[in-house]
């Protein structure tokens, strides 16, 4: 198992967009629901996707092309982390609006997304699940660290899967808590969600950036040695 998947699946975790569609779905009348129907549809699009790209490119890994364009490929994300890091730093997001913040300071949602939420059906949380885990940075660096451990399709697979695991571990655990204590855990996460959204750009920038400057290491090293 490659250590830099289960790295950016822990990373995955802890993403600041799902992680308020997740508080958002704790206040609402049905969460045990809405917070299942969340995790399968981000669940199935993560597994999806990886096991395909993963099936698909693993029989041509150790060729120097491969080698070559894996590393290429880390150094450009790797790029564009850290100018969205720097971005980020500066107050900017370059990416998209967010909507001002509620009274349940839900603020780190984009504002359609936010709108949508203080009345969310399955089927909007269903497409929450899919448009806010297709690939993006963590995703795409594991899938490329996965495909550089050179893996079997079974091999792979499990990979995939350990990752998505991982991905989805608080969603999962906040389900788990919501059905066994929900007084409770609306607290806590409450009281998590308020230090988190006052935190969110400078822990967000950080994370984006550490990673971002590591695969730029990575792929000048792997390049130019």
């Known amino acids: 198992m490659s250590a830099e998947a289960l790295a950016l699946g822990v990373l995955s975790a802890v993403r600041g967009v799902p992680l308020a569609i997740v508080y958002a779905l704790l206040l609402s009348p049905h969460p045990a629901r809405l917070l299942l129907t969340y995790v399968a549809a981000g669940l199935a699009v993560t597994l999806g996707v990886g096991i395909v790209v993963v099936t698909w490119l693993h029989t041509d890994t150790r060729s120097s092309g491969a080698t070559t364009g894996h590393l290429g490929l880390?150094?450009?994300?790797?790029?564009?982390?850290?100018?969205?890091a720097g971005l980020r730093l500066a107050?900017?997001?370059?990416?998209?609006?967010?909507a001002r913040?509620?009274?349940?300071g839900r603020g780190v949602l984009p504002a359609a997304l936010d709108r949508r939420l203080r009345a969310p059906t399955v089927p909007t949380v269903a497409a929450a699940g899919v448009a806010?885990?297709?690939?993006?940075?963590?995703?795409?660096?594991?899938?490329?660290?996965?495909l550089q451990t050179h893996p079997?399709?079974?091999?792979?697979?499990?990979?995939?899967?350990?990752?998505?695991l991982l991905r989805f571990a608080l969603p999962?655990?906040?389900?788990?808590?919501?059905?066994?204590?929900?007084?409770h855990t609306r607290e806590v996460v409450r009281a998590a969600h308020a230090w988190g959204t006052r935190h969110a750009r400078v822990l967000g920038a950080v994370l984006v950036g550490g990673v971002g400057v590591y695969l730029v290491a990575k792929g000048l090293v792997g390049l130019l040695g």
Do not use: C, H, K, M
Request: no cysteine; charged share 15%; aromatic share 6%.
């Open 74 to 84: 880390d150094l450009a994300l790797g790029a564009v982390a850290v100018a969205w």
């Open 91 to 98: 107050g900017r997001d370059p990416l998209r609006r967010r």
């Open 101 to 104: 913040p509620s009274a349940e």
């Open 132 to 146: 806010t885990n297709l690939p993006g940075l963590y995703f795409l660096a594991a899938l490329v660290a996965i």
């Open 152 to 164: 079997s399709a079974v091999g792979g697979i499990v990979q995939v899967l350990v990752y998505g």
């Open 172 to 183: 999962a655990a906040a389900l788990a808590l919501v059905v066994l204590r929900p007084d």
